[in-house]
């Protein structure tokens, strides 16, 4: 069978296991210390998306129907937004059908789907101990931004610095905490807030589709597309007295296909606010409060710049420990398609 194509909601509970055991042989070979996928709400995971984006799957089997690769392009702002021509592209080859042009085979269906769409950049995010890097490298994508991964592993948590940082709170200021997104009350603040890494100098590059949202009916839309795809937020705030706004953020969510890892994402502190402990404060809270909501959990994960020293230093304080650089790594589309030409 050829490699295809599949519509949002095509895919069978067949196709929903062999994804997700390319994905576990995959993560195997690879990685093996990382969790395991599930196919729990898979499926609302892999086409799940916010209004403005798209999102195209392929799935390529052998001649005996066995599933060798499969890949995922989003592509962002349809709309127009700021990510608007940009695709982002996740594959996996199953490691015994490596090196035979599978993961090839899939680049180029996607780089034909994505031209087709408008799309001029595609970006991947690669771990860099993996033989993506070299896949990668082969196909012309330039490293974009170096992001270093840390890991809190559960087991290894001081709870009782934890408690102590989360209550320590500076005068003037409380926190609340909210699981699946914000109160409505609180929206247009936050996203005032959240607008603050859009500015930040240093910033990654790539701003991952509803991480980016900075405004109020955006940022409702992200929150109820994580939701649809199965993955739980969970955010502590800062909110000043005597107005009750929103004056620093942090995020994590916890998915249904790997429950056993929680992935720390945005932490931020209007600028006018910092300097007062505020981010350690939420983050030490946030982790108390997931002690209660997800006790399965087995590590935290989160990326950061090697430049970000003011998170880099709360991250060392609550027990994280990096482990592993990622990659995004990028490429232009008509560049890509004509080398993938020449080559074939
Ligand atoms: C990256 C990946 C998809 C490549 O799949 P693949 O089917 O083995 O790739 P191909 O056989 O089509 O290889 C294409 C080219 O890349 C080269 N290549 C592949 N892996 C390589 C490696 N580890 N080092 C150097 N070159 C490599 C091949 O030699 C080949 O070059 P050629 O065309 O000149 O012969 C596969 O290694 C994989 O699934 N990795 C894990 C998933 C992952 O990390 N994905 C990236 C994040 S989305």
């Not at 990028?330 to 020449?342: I, M």
Request: hydrophobic share 40%.
């Amino acid at each position: 069978m050829p490699l295809k194509q599949l519509a949002p909601g095509e895919m069978t509970a067949d196709d929903l296991r062999d994804w997700c055991s390319v994905l576990n042989d995959m993560t195997a070979a690879d990685m093996p210390g990382e969790p395991r996928w599930r196919t729990d709400r898979l499926s609302d995971y892999l086409t799940g998306s916010l209004p403005d984006d798209r999102r195209f799957l392929f799935m390529d089997r052998d001649a005996d129907g066995d599933l060798v690769g499969h890949a995922s392009l989003i592509l962002f702002g349809s709309g127009g937004g700021e990510q608007g021509g940009t695709g982002v592209v996740e594959m996996s080859t199953r490691p015994s059908a490596r090196g035979k042009g599978v993961g090839s085979r899939l680049l180029r269906a996607v780089a034909e789907c994505a031209k087709a769409n408008g799309c001029r950049t595609l970006a991947v995010e690669v771990i860099a101990t993996t033989p993506a890097v070299g896949f990668y490298d082969r196909h012309g994508f330039s490293r974009n931004v170096v992001e270093q991964r840390h890991l809190l592993r559960w087991a290894d948590i001081d709870w009782e610095k934890i408690e102590h940082a989360a209550g320590r709170l500076a005068a003037g200021y409380r926190l609340e905490y909210h699981a699946g997104g914000v109160p409505d009350r609180l929206m247009d603040s936050y996203a005032d807030v959240k607008a603050n890494l859009r500015s930040s100098p240093g910033n990654v590059a790539f701003v991952p589709e509803w991480r980016g949202s900075a405004y109020a009916p955006a940022l409702r839309d992200s929150f109820q597309t994580l939701a649809r795809r199965g993955m739980r937020s969970h955010i502590a705030v800062a909110l000043a007295e005597p107005f009750g706004h929103v004056v620093g953020l942090t995020e994590l969510v916890v998915s249904a296909q790997r429950p056993t890892r929680a992935d720390q994402y945005d932490t931020v502190v209007a600028p006018q606010h910092r300097s007062y402990g505020l981010a350690m404060t939420m983050k030490a809270r946030l982790l108390t409060e997931l002690r209660r909501a997800e006790p399965q959990l087995v590590d935290v994960q989160t990326w950061t710049l090697e430049t970000a020293d003011d998170v880099r230093w709360i991250n060392a304080e609550l027990g994280f420990v990096h482990d592993v650089d990622w990659y995004d790594y990028v490429a232009d589309v008509d560049k890509l398609l004509a080398r993938l030409a020449r080559k074939h």
